[in-house]
């Protein structure tokens, strides 16, 4: 986890430039090409075919009651919306790795579904866990806030993780926004400098002359206070 050579994609500040990146237009669509497929896409589930009819493969009663079950378990959670869930597990692809905690709840037929699959953001994870003897995911340490600091651990059977693109035990993966960066950083400070250029000398270099006489220290001074505070704007010219 602790491989990235760049300062500014570590810690907090790795959130807080992702959390600044889809602010750009072009960072933007890319997200809405990987997205759109998936968010658009029909989402089913298929009886398992586990016996025979007139000689076919066929579903058997059992089978089709578990898919409808599973369906209705996936699309009818009490708190979170089937859509939503998909929107944010994409959103893991971008950072490089998305996180939900499973919250189960007892229906009146007495079957245990999912109450919700609560988003849990990767910036609160304080630490990732793993597991001593196997060096498998065990679960993370997570840091929220409300009018302190809550510390609180979530085993990693009770997390739903998407990572994408891990390369050994890095939990957190690597996304689009990592590629990304380098350029969207160029196009961010670029935009300022060129927009700081325009304001300066978007109206070309001013020049004033003082009249024979008049060149004192005074005035020296106030020419170029004024040459400092040009600018270009609305009421320039």
């Known amino acids: 986890i602790f491989d990235e050579y760049k300062t500014q994609l570590t810690g907090a500040s790795k959130w807080d430039n992702y959390a600044r990146m889809p602010s750009d237009g072009q960072v933007t669509a890319i997200r809405k090409v990987f997205a759109l497929p998936a968010m658009s896409a029909e989402w089913f589930v298929t009886p398992f075919r ?8 066929a579903s058997s009663k059992r089978s089709t009651e578990i898919a409808t079950f599973i369906q209705d378990a996936m699309w009818k959670m009490p708190e979170t919306q089937w859509a939503n869930f998909i929107r944010e ?5 971008n950072t490089g790795v998305a996180l939900f ?22 910036r609160t994870v304080e630490r990732w866990l793993t597991d001593p003897g196997t060096g498998r995911f ?7 806030y409300s009018d302190h600091p809550v510390d609180s651990e979530i085993p990693g059977w009770k997390l739903l993780r998407f990572t994408f693109d891990q390369e050994g035990s890095n939990w957190e993966g690597r996304g689009l926004y990592r590629a990304m960066y380098k350029h969207w950083w160029f196009v961010e400070h670029f935009e300022k400098v060129f927009a700081l250029s325009v ?8 020049l004033i002359g003082l009249p024979e006489g008049s060149n004192t220290p005074e005035n020296r001074a106030a020419v170029r206070k004024l040459i400092k505070a040009w600018r270009v704007g609305a009421e320039a010219g």
């Open 199 to 206: 304001e300066r000398s978007g109206g070309g270099i001013p």
């Open 89 to 93: 597990a994409i959103e893991g692809q």
């Open 138 to 144: 065990a679960g993370i340490k997570q840091r929220t």
């Open 101 to 122: 905690e499973k919250v189960y709840v007892e229906r009146e037929d007495g079957k245990i579904v999912w109450e919700e699959l609560s988003p849990r953001l990767p």
């Open 50 to 57: 586990d016996t025979e009819q007139d000689g076919k493969p």
